[in-house]
């Protein structure tokens, strides 16, 4: 069996396929909508998953295009007259069509992984499972155009496969709604569009997306292995099984994957050498470069009594509302990685720090003004500022002598801390 599992990885379409799923996946990672996986483990898996909407109908098609290879060679009586079953038969073929759109899924990942290896630290479990789930799409996907392909040997069924195969991961998310935990369910790229740095993918949705798939994938194994319609018919049974097993498992509510935050990756990591400055796990790989700019704007704070000693990296979401612990020794510093996976502006990181000093709590009304802080922190650290509101009231305070100057910052980062700053 296994030679000729690799003659049929030779002479299928197999390698043709692990190449066309891996130059489209490439390509859709690094052009569709710019890198949007550069901060880490989980958003790759996702952005993986997101462009399945590519290369889901593109293996449909592919497996339709080789089940037709014995119909353009006009071999099918020849093989119905073996005495070797037609399971046995096929199962060369489903092999290794499925090593095929695993091997270039994989290896999609592996091309994004490199990419982001100098600076993602932090790769937990569900990253695999979320891969495996998208990968077994795939098979599923493959086997099933295997079978409509044995079914309807025609040269027209590989396009309309692959259009059909399009349209309807499209045309899901509508179908389902106001229910968008059913398109979760059926949908191998549902709500896996632009995932922040602290979105995960639940346990409980990858199982039933899981079980939901393993059933299609059994259905179309056994509807390309079939002799007959009772068989067929049958293969609908893990079908309808798999649906009801899944929707039980799925959580009934909406944006499920949208709303889920990995307080793992949200935990703070400080670097060895400069324990005053923290970031989430998740950006941990960018300590290094975060460290010196912090620790300048630490050092211009000093010249505030009851300046913050340390900088935390601001680890707010809002899908739902989460605020870290406010600390008033702590400056929330919020961390943007470039399309490169690194820091996006190491220059910026002693002016946001500084500027951060000035921010307020949450939920206060009265709070400082972009430009009010953006002021008091460019007087802090000695240069003005670009943005014209903030220069202009910098230069206020540049004309003041130094004591007054200083009073008026300290007054209002007093009175962004305690909610009070004038209107």
């Not at 030779?10 to 996946?25: D, E, F, K, M, N």
């Not at 889920?260 to 990591?269: G, H």
């Not at 005053?276 to 790989?285: E, I």
């Not at 949450?362 to 943005?387: N, V, Y």
Request: hydrophobic share 55%; proline share 7%.
């Amino acid at each position: 069996m296994s030679r000729m599992l690799r003659v049929e990885l030779r002479r299928s379409a197999a390698i043709g396929t692990a190449l066309a799923l891996l130059v489209v996946g490439v390509l859709a990672l690094f052009f569709a909508e710019g890198i949007g996986f550069a901060t880490g483990w989980m958003q790759l898996a996702m952005t993986q998953r997101l462009y399945l909407v590519l290369l889901w109908p593109l293996a449909l098609a592919a497996g339709a295009w080789q089940a037709r290879r014995e119909h353009r060679s006009r071999v099918a009586e020849l093989f119905a007259s073996t005495p070797r079953p037609r399971a046995q038969r096929a199962a060369p073929t489903l092999g290794a069509m499925a090593i095929a759109v695993v091997g270039g899924y994989l290896a999609m990942g592996v091309v994004g992984g490199l990419w982001i290896a100098g600076t993602a630290r932090y790769l937990p479990l569900s990253v695999f499972v979320v891969t495996g789930v998208g990968a077994l799409a795939l098979v599923a996907a493959v086997w099933l155009g295997l079978a409509a392909g044995r079914l309807l040997p025609w040269p027209v069924t590989a396009p309309a496969l692959g259009v059909g195969g399009l349209a309807l991961l499209l045309l899901i998310p509508g179908a389902t709604r106001p229910r968008g935990w059913l398109a979760l369910v059926f949908s191998p790229i549902y709500e896996m569009n632009m995932p922040d740095a602290y979105t995960t993918v639940p346990e409980r949705a990858s199982a039933a997306q899981a079980l939901w798939l393993a059933a299609l994938t059994v259905t179309a194994l056994l509807l390309a292995i079939s002799g007959g319609w009772r068989s067929r018919t049958a293969a609908v049974v893990p079908l309808i099984l798999g649906v009801v097993l899944a929707v039980a498992v799925m959580p009934h509510r909406n944006r499920y994957v949208v709303s889920s935050v990995d307080t793992t990756a949200q935990e703070l990591v400080c670097a060895k050498d400069q324990p005053r400055v923290c970031l989430s796990r998740v950006h941990s790989g960018l300590l290094g470069e975060v460290g010196p700019g912090a620790a300048e704007g630490l050092a211009a704070l000093a010249k505030l009594p009851g300046a913050p000693t340390r900088v935390h990296e601001d680890t707010t979401t809002y899908v739902p509302d989460v605020y870290p612990a406010w600390d008033n020794d702590v400056v929330l510093l919020e961390v943007e990685v470039g399309t490169n996976g690194h820091l996006r502006d190491r220059a910026d990181v002693p002016v946001e720090v500084v500027t951060g000093a000035f921010a307020s709590p949450p939920h206060c009304e009265s709070t400082a003004s972009a430009a009010q802080a953006l002021a008091a922190a460019s007087w802090l650290i000695g240069r003005p500022p670009a943005d014209a509101e903030a220069r202009a009231l910098w230069e206020t305070l540049h004309a003041l002598p130094a004591g007054e100057a200083q009073a008026r910052v300290v007054a209002l980062r007093t009175a962004a801390l305690t909610c009070s700053v004038p209107r």
